[in-house]
């Protein structure tokens, strides 16, 4: 198994407003990981449509327990998707892996700044 197209960056959508102000929500670095990217089948789009939702990506990492569907992700190419569903497999060689579908973002997030002071996204 190759995840050799990219490292992608995991994040959480948070609130980073003051107490008592309203409310500003921002992507917070969460990980960041090696993809590869995965066919995304007949089956998993006709289901998708099914539920009226659209599927753009679907992407492979190593495992990773931390994930769950509603984190955010950005590509190499800037781009934000959120993560619709996650799905922890082995792949063919017996390898835990991690399945995340993806659909783009029509109006991206601000990336909060991390601890060294420079935004990742």
């Known amino acids: 198994m190759l ?38 089948g007949y089956n998993r789009l006709y289901a998708a449509k099914g539920v009226n939702q659209q599927i753009d990506k679907l992407i492979r990492i190593w495992r990773n327990d931390t994930v769950e569907v509603n984190f955010y992700v950005i590509l190499e190419d800037k781009k934000q998707y959120r993560v619709d569903a996650v799905q922890h497999l082995l792949d063919d060689d017996g390898l835990k892996v991690t399945d995340l579908t993806l659909s783009r973002l029509e109006k991206f997030y601000d990336v909060a700044e991390n601890e060294d002071g420079d935004s990742s996204g």
């Open 3 to 40: 995840l050799d197209d990219g490292i992608l960056e995991l994040y959480t959508l948070q609130n980073v407003a003051d107490n008592g102000r309203m409310p500003v929500y921002k992507l917070v670095l969460s990980d960041k990981a090696y993809y590869g990217e995965r066919t995304v």
